[in-house]
């Protein structure tokens, strides 16, 4: 921040922004994850709280970020420290939580990409046919814990390919942001989102033209398959863990919560829209979650599998439905390696448009409080996560994955959400807030939104926090799950995120210290 005012880039077009911030919540989550989560949780009995969570934090939280990452790109900011000192200007502490809007995003980052990368080789796999003679569930299971290193077999000895297609996606990715705002990321997203669109309603017509695979399950039909997701169940709804799960994916899908929508809605002018932008990024996201990526995994799973088994097949591991049970189910469909690879590709490019906005909060934080160019935070960038993402390689197996996952895409998400949305409606206060997020709006939000956002929201936060330390935080923070030969690896990560999160918190310090400099120096 050394110097005050300097120009900052800007979107060029609103569609621009508003494919960029889609292009963000678009992700594994909505293809991957989503079903999985909604197998996990009783199918029908998961969709209540989901979408009662998209009502009450998915939208609120999307016009908080919209607003307040408009707000404190005014005053020169792109990311939380200073975003949230633009809103509460008397406080010296908020800018050290304001870490965790860089700090969470590169926790997710540092293993977003490597599974992202996977996309990539299977989507190659798919037309060379390397996964062709595995045609049981065991076989494709071992094709791919050979890929990530984690057996020797007929299909792969060592991590080669893997790290083959990781270098090209972590290249890819650092090249965008290289580009910076308008040149990279944007571009990147005018037309991988229409094409990852186009891909999602194929292959979502495929699987609602599939029969009945199988003759002596007539009962395995599409119309069951739907139903598994779509009969709703009330009785969950007294599940704290159904909540907690669906609360979750909603953040998560929509990458509210954690910093980067802030970021890239802090390029926005203040004429910009805000209100019908942020709707129109949150139902773009829900279309492509429960209109494509409902469609597609469950019911294809359904007719091939039946009910019981979609279920064991989420609980044995989060990357079975969509790396396992979907390229087994494309070998037996006409054409199927075209759609394997229409698959793959959709998935990859959803996969680059999410990680590129979890990059570019440490490069906007670089270029506005430290005035490094945007090639040279970049680089940086590049170099330091490139070193970062080894873990998540090389110690896949060793719960280091889960551990990252835990603490950037749950725990971080969930504090960081409650803190802004406090800090939104009671500290920057809610008719101040109401007349900022109508600032140039093209549409009049509901007044009964107010409401919400000033109440309902921050409650619905305290709650699932509460609930979430006492069912899943404790028991993670002691360790609950790690076997012993996990330990020390999970120590290690511990260890490095800690470092991480110091470096991070030193870093803002420094940065508010030259700037008290240079303003006295200024007067
Ligand atoms: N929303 C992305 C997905 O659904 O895959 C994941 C994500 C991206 C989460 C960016 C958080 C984030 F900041």
């Not at 707000?71 to 975003?83: N, Q, S």
């Not at 802030?262 to 203040?270: D, E, I, V």
């Amino acid at each position: 921040m050394a110097k005050i005012n300097k120009l900052r880039e800007t979107w060029k077009t609103r569609t621009g922004i508003i494919l960029a911030v889609a292009g963000s919540a678009v992700g594994l989550g909505n293809f991957l994850r989503f079903p999985v989560q909604a197998a996990q949780n009783g199918g029908g009995a998961f969709m209540i709280p989901y979408f009662i969570s998209f009502l009450l934090l998915g939208i609120p939280l999307m016009w908080i970020e919209w607003t307040a990452g408009r707000f404190g790109g005014g005053f020169g900011h792109g990311t939380a420290p200073g975003i949230f000192q633009s809103m509460w200007q008397k406080n010296r502490f908020i800018k050290y939580f304001g870490v965790i809007g860089i700090f969470g995003p590169v926790l997710i980052f540092m293993y977003y990409t490597y599974v992202e990368s996977w996309l990539l080789g299977y989507a190659f796999f798919s037309i060379t046919g390397r996964y062709a003679q595995a045609t049981t569930q065991p076989a494709m299971q071992s094709f791919l814990q050979g890929y990530q290193g984690l057996q020797t077999n007929e299909y792969f000895h060592g991590i080669g390919w893997a790290y083959l297609f990781f270098i090209i996606t972590f290249s890819l990715n650092v090249f965008v942001i290289y580009y910076g705002i308008r040149r990279g990321i944007e571009k990147l997203c005018n037309w991988a989102m229409p094409i990852l669109l186009i891909c999602g309603i194929i292959l979502a017509v495929r699987v609602l033209s599939l029969g009945i695979p199988n003759l002596l399950r007539p009962d395995w039909n599409l119309v069951n398959g739907l139903g598994f997701l779509w009969n709703p169940n009330f009785a969950a709804l007294k599940s704290a863990k159904v909540w907690l799960a669906a609360a979750g994916q909603i953040f998560f899908t929509l990458s509210v919560g954690i910093g980067v929508i802030l970021t890239y809605a802090s390029y926005l002018t203040k004429k910009d829209d805000v209100a019908l932008s942020g709707l129109t990024a949150a139902a773009t996201n829900e279309f492509a979650e429960v209109i494509l990526g409902a469609s597609i995994v469950i019911p294809a799973a359904f007719v091939f599998f039946g009910p019981r088994e979609i279920v064991n097949i989420a609980q044995s591991g989060a990357f079975n439905l969509g790396f396992v049970t979907m390229p087994l189910i494309f070998q037996r469909i006409p054409l199927g390696a075209i759609f394997a690879f229409l698959w793959f590709t959709l998935l990859f490019l959803a996969g680059v448009t999410s990680s590129v906005s979890l990059a570019q909060p440490v490069i906007s934080f670089l270029e506005d409080e430290f005035d490094i160019t945007r090639k040279k935070s970049a680089t940086i960038f590049g170099v330091v996560t490139f070193i970062l993402c080894q873990p998540a390689i090389f110690f896949l197996g060793k719960g280091v994955l889960n551990e990252l996952d835990f603490w950037g895409g749950t725990f971080c998400l969930v504090l960081f959400a409650t803190v802004e949305t406090i800090v939104f409606a009671w500290i920057f206060g809610i008719d101040r807030a109401w007349k900022e997020i109508h600032h140039g709006a093209d549409i009049v939000i509901p007044k009964f939104y107010k409401f919400i956002i000033k109440y309902i929201t921050p409650l619905f936060l305290l709650f699932i926090l509460g609930f979430w330390i006492v069912k899943e935080g404790l028991p993670m923070i002691a360790m609950k799950n790690v076997t012993s030969e996990q330990y020390p690896y999970v120590l290690f990560i511990r260890g490095l995120m800690l470092i991480i999160f110091i470096v991070l918190a030193m870093s803002v310090a420094y940065a508010w210290k030259k700037r008290k400099i240079l303003i006295r120096k200024e007067k």
